[in-house]
């Protein structure tokens, strides 16, 4: 038998391909978590969010949402 294959824990689902953690240590879920903030709780769409993703991610890193 064969193993099921293993998904990538760095590529997060049911967001834009775009929104990754990059090198910023951050996990997939974590992408999800900042993504689904913004566009949900602020209204963001996806242009702006992807416009502001790594500062997003930076942010995420030091404080979470927290001051968001």
């Known amino acids: 038998t064969t193993?099921?294959?293993?998904?990538?824990?760095?590529?997060p689902t049911g967001i834009p391909s775009w929104a990754t953690?990059?090198?910023?240590?951050?996990?997939?879920?974590?992408?999800?978590?900042i993504y689904n903030y913004w566009k949900n709780n602020k209204g963001s769409d996806?242009?702006?969010?992807?416009?502001?993703?790594?500062?997003?991610v930076n942010h995420y890193k030091g404080?979470?949402?927290?001051?968001w």
């Open 3 to 11: 193993a099921p294959a293993a998904v990538p824990a760095a590529v």
């Open 21 to 33: 953690p990059g090198d910023s240590g951050i996990s997939a879920a974590d992408c999800v978590t």
């Open 46 to 56: 996806d242009a702006t969010i992807q416009s502001y993703w790594g500062s997003l």
């Open 63 to 67: 404080h979470g949402t927290s001051g």
